[in-house]
C-alpha cells in the first residue's frame, strides 16, 4: 500500500499544481502546503503519532 500511495503522488505532482489540505477535526484544524509529505508529517506531529512509524511517510521520504 505505501508503494501506490507514492506511484499517486508522483501523478498528481505531475499533473496538478495542487495545494494540500489535511483536516484535523479533533482540533478543529486544517493543514495545508504544496508539499503532501509534509502536510501528513506535519499532521501526524500534531495527533501525537511519529512520522517514521508510519510505512508510507518512511518510503516518501526516500522518493521525494
Do not use: C
Not at 498528481?12 to 489540505?21: E, H, Q, V
Not at 501525537?48 to 518512511?58: D, N
Request: charged share 20%; glycine share 4%.
Amino acid at each position: 500500500m505505501p508503494q501506490s500511495i507514492i506511484d499517486m503522488n508522483k501523478i498528481y505532482r505531475r499533473l496538478f499544481k495542487s495545494l494540500w489540505i489535511t483536516e484535523i477535526k479533533e482540533f478543529n484544524l486544517l493543514i495545508g502546503g504544496r508539499n503532501l509529505v509534509e502536510v501528513d508529517v506535519i499532521t501526524a506531529h500534531l495527533i501525537g503519532v511519529v512520522p517514521q512509524k508510519i510505512p508510507y511517510l518512511t518510503l516518501a521520504a526516500a522518493t521525494f
